[in-house]
């Protein structure tokens, strides 16, 4: 049985991490270890709060996926069994992530509709009755990521320390050919309570930020093209003048193989 290790962030609001705690302790999958990142005493955040817990498990051969959890998001029964069943049958999926629903059964996550500037979800509850469907990025409230993935393309981009993480570790993991799916007949239990409130002016400040850095990353280029530009010789006009020289170099070899193997077919002849 593949072992999963659970990461838990710990702030405040000690009953609902034992609520969360109570869920995994009724799960069907029960080769797990919990690896707890109390953020109480030194308030780093989520996404290191998620690196360091993964930094622990790198190395260990014997965990097979890593689970990211909220301590505010509850399991159903079945859901670890049913995340790793899923992906041991499709060695592509690099991350699998359960449908979340609020106390009342309002689907508040089933797939992601765009990631900018912070996720718009799929809340459509007739997902719940259709199959795993690959989806742009996967909600780190609950997401069960294997541990082969994560080798390959490292820990999640601290430069997003509260949120657009996931979406950024969603599209890495994309990037790398590995696939991220929602599993409809996975089910968590998620308020949004936690990442959706408007109170905190830091925290809004914080996720502002975020979205920002995501956005020169991902949408506008600007990140990329800060260090590609690195270098004196490395201007914009130099970099076309370069980048023509490429294109006519490739059309000449190119035309070169092509008369060589005409030489070569009439030579046969």
């Known amino acids: 049985m593949s072992k999963i290790a659970i990461i838990i962030p710990i702030f405040n609001e000690g009953d609902k991490l034992k609520k969360c705690l109570a869920a995994i302790e009724n799960q069907q999958y029960k080769n797990v270890t919990i690896y ?58 690099g991350i699998a992530s359960p449908v979340q629903i609020a106390e009342n059964g309002r689907v508040t996550w089933a797939g992601s509709l765009q990631a900018f500037p912070f996720g718009v979800h799929n809340c459509d509850p007739s997902v719940l009755s259709k199959p795993p469907s690959e989806t742009y990025w996967a909600n780190g409230a609950c997401m069960l990521v294997r541990m082969h993935a994560i080798r390959e393309i490292g820990l999640l981009d601290q430069n997003m320390r509260f949120i657009c993480s996931d979406g950024d570790y969603s599209f890495t993991m994309r990037s790398r050919n590995w696939k991220v799916y929602v599993v409809p007949n996975a089910v968590v239990q998620h308020a949004l309570e936690g990442s959706g409130a408007n109170t905190n002016v830091w925290l809004n400040t914080v996720k502002l930020q975020d979205a920002y850095y995501f956005a020169k990353k991902w949408l506008n280029g600007q990140l990329y093209k800060e260090l590609s530009y690195e270098g004196p010789q490395l201007t914009r006009l130099g970099i076309k003048s370069a980048i023509e020289k490429f294109e006519r170099a490739i059309n000449l070899a190119l035309l070169t193989c092509a008369i060589k193997r005409v030489k070569n077919c009439s030579r046969f002849r």
């Open 36 to 93: 707890f990142r109390d953020n109480n005493q030194d308030n780093i955040l989520f996404t290191a709060a998620i690196n360091e817990g993964i930094r622990k498990y790198y190395l260990d051969t014997d965990v097979d996926f890593v689970l990211l959890l909220n301590q505010d998001a509850y399991l159903k029964e079945n859901t670890l069994a049913t995340l790793v069943k899923f992906m041991q049958e499709n060695p592509k999926c």
